[in-house]
């Protein structure tokens, strides 16, 4: 199955600062959803990216899919508290990422 | 967005007794659910995928006589641990899907097993 490797695996920002988060496949991917998952929680769908260099926003989250459609990322303009969590990402076949986590210092 | 219902939220139980966990798709009719498994500060690790009246399919290395999982109707799903000893304590989540909502998974709020 499509196995899916997430970077960095941790980042810890100043609040205000922007953050990155990366989604890099060995096979080409049919779709890549992103999710959410606060500390405690469980799983929130964001998005699904499905076109080759899609880009999609929402707030201050843009994700993008790349156009070999192997690699996606989900960037965070000038980050709050309430983005803490661990953002993982998903191809079709429901596998997730590791998972990057985040934490926001205010 | 959609409603997945799991159900106990916390169990804890004595080695060698089984644990049946439900996931309910409360508003939709969930043709795929999908059991994950996490440990603490790591990722979802998938366990089975299970299709509405048709056997699971679990993943390498997942013991399907020791996880069963049924999936009767396109509502509820169960996983059950069965004889479970201390190494299955774990946080179990289940999520459910539906050609409705184009694939997108809806998860349950997980189950936290502890075996004593």
């Known amino acids: 199955g499509q196995q899916v490797m997430q970077i960095p695996q941790y980042q810890h920002v100043q609040e205000g600062e922007d953050f990155t988060t990366y989604c890099n496949s060995s096979?080409?991917?049919?779709?890549i959803q992103w999710y959410k998952q606060r500390p405690g929680g469980h799983p929130v769908f964001l998005i699904q990216l499905v076109k080759s260099g899609e880009v999609k926003k929402q707030k201050r989250l843009t994700f993008q899919f790349g156009e070999a459609k192997k690699n996606s990322s989900l960037h965070i303009t000038a980050t709050q508290t309430t983005d803490v969590g661990t953002y993982f990402c998903a191809g079709r076949d429901m596998r997730f990422g590791a998972g990057t986590r985040l934490t926001v210092k205010p | 967005g959609a409603v997945v219902s799991q159900h106990p939220s916390r169990v804890i139980c004595k080695s060698g007794t089984s644990v049946k966990i439900e996931c309910r798709s409360l508003?939709?009719?969930?043709?795929?659910m999908f059991w994950y498994r996490q440990f603490p500060k790591q990722s979802l690790m998938l366990m089975a995928t299970?299709?509405?009246?048709?056997?699971?399919?679990?993943e390498q290395g997942v013991e399907k006589d020791k996880f069963l999982i049924n999936h009767a109707s396109l509502t509820l799903s169960t996983l059950t641990v069965t004889s479970a000893h201390p190494e299955d304590s774990s946080f179990y989540i289940c999520?459910?899907?539906?050609?409705?909502?184009?694939?997108?998974?809806?998860f349950g709020a997980g189950t936290r097993l502890s075996v004593l």
């Open positions: 508003d939709f009719q969930a043709t795929t």
């Open positions: 299970s299709n509405e009246g048709s056997k699971a399919t679990y």
């Open positions: 999520s459910a899907s539906g050609l409705a909502g184009g694939h997108i998974q809806y």
């Open positions: 096979t080409t991917l049919s779709n």
